[in-house]
């Protein structure tokens, strides 16, 4: 009886993760289907020539890798100077889910 | 049973509407990993391992990199009264930027991520990144 409590509380808990990024701005989101884009730099400024991308993937709310840091995404877009910062997120049923730092710059 | 089953849908919901906040202090991400960082990637439930941008102003990356990592050992999240969300038991190191930037010897800092591990709620490691001159 415990155990299957423990395990009712685990799958609560996983079920809670599902569909959720944290970030500065975050648009609402769906718990079946999430496919947006919103930023992380706020305020004024260009975007350069250039975009880099650079995720982080999460398969059944379980396990979660990935570099999405700003240098890596400048990297991929052979960017040496940044000039903002957006985030992509992508979410199907919780069974898979995408977080995309997106650095425009030059 | 009507009641039982409506408990569970609001106790349901309140999980899941704290997803919709910046610092999610929603009830999985509490149990996984409650760390506070302006960016939080999807944390998986079992296992973690992710980089998230710190700052996100313009930027650029200078030639040097510095590290800094601090440590937390904690309880998995059990399902009894007061302890349904885990227990942080340990927190111990230095992860800030000024640790950071002084062992990659940078003087100048032009940009911070950072790097979360997580190991099944009982080992959680937090490494700032420091990029800079």
């Known amino acids: 009886m415990k155990m299957t409590a ?34 992380l730099t706020l305020g004024g400024g260009d975007f350069g020539s250039r975009r880099g991308e650079s995720s982080v993937e999460c398969f059944l709310g379980l396990i979660s890798t990935g570099d999405a840091g700003v240098r890596a995404a400048a990297k991929n877009g052979g960017i040496s100077q940044v000039k903002r910062v957006d985030y992509e997120f992508y979410n199907l049923l919780g069974i898979y889910q995408r977080y995309t730092t997106v650095a425009y710059g030059n | 049973m009507r009641i039982a089953g409506f408990m569970a849908a609001l106790l349901g919901a309140c999980v899941l509407a704290g997803c919709a906040v910046s610092t999610r202090p929603d009830l999985a991400h509490r149990a996984v990993a409650p760390h506070r960082t302006p960016v ?27 590290v800094a ?25 230095d992860a800030s930027d000024k640790t950071a930037a002084k062992n990659g010897g940078i003087t100048r800092v032009e940009h911070i991520d ?20």
């Open chain 1, 6 to 39: 423990a395990l009712v509380a685990s799958f609560l808990l996983a079920l809670g993760a599902v569909g959720c990024v944290g970030a500065p701005v975050v648009p609402p989101l769906g718990v079946i289907y999430t496919d947006l884009d919103a930023p």
């Open chain 2, 40 to 66: 939080i990637p999807p944390v998986g439930f079992f296992y973690s391992d992710f980089k998230a941008p710190l700052t996100s102003g313009p930027t650029g990356f200078g030639s040097k990199k510095g």
């Open chain 2, 114 to 133: 950072y790097r979360l591990e997580v190991i099944l709620f009982f080992y959680r490691r937090f490494t700032t990144e420091v990029y800079g001159d």
């Open chain 2, 69 to 93: 990592t601090s440590r937390q050992i904690g309880l998995p999240p059990i399902p009894v009264r007061g302890l349904f969300a885990g227990l942080d038991l340990i927190g111990w190191g």
